[in-house]
């Protein structure tokens, strides 16, 4: 089992950027395939990016490949999200999540709270 907790969101403004933080209890996090996803209010979750566990193969939404980049450190327990050139379309509320496969968030099993990323025009 694994618990995670988010962090880094905030508000910026348009072009601007944000690291996203995930940070991993237990010791079995290098074991994880994990993923960043986000979630507009009265919308479904969708997906941002994964990563291999040993991080190295990535993949992207299209919406924002180019943009971010998601990358792990396996010594710290910890997964990241450094998201540049901001748009408001971004505005959402990040989750990283645990121990899955594809773009589906059904197929994760751990979750973290989510932390609010907010970008203004």
């Known amino acids: 089992q694994v618990q995670l907790v988010e962090s880094g969101g905030g508000l910026v403004q348009a072009g601007g950027s944000l690291r996203l933080s995930c940070a991993a209890s237990?010791?079995?996090?290098?074991?994880?395939?994990m993923a960043w996803f986000r979630q507009v209010s009265g919308k479904e979750r969708e997906f941002v990016a994964r990563?291999?566990?040993?991080?190295?193969?990535?993949n992207y939404a299209d919406s924002v490949k180019g943009r971010f980049t998601i990358s792990r450190d396996n010594n710290k327990n910890t997964l990241y999200l450094q998201m540049n050139s901001l748009k408001p379309e971004d505005t959402a509320v990040y989750y990283c999540?645990?121990?899955?496969?594809?773009?589906?968030?059904?197929?994760?099993?751990?979750w973290g709270q989510g932390t609010q990323v907010t970008v203004s025009s």
């Open positions: 999540a645990a121990d899955g496969s594809g773009m589906d968030s059904g197929k994760y099993g751990y």
């Open positions: 990563i291999s566990r040993s991080g190295g193969n990535t």
């Open positions: 237990g010791r079995t996090f290098s074991t994880y395939v």
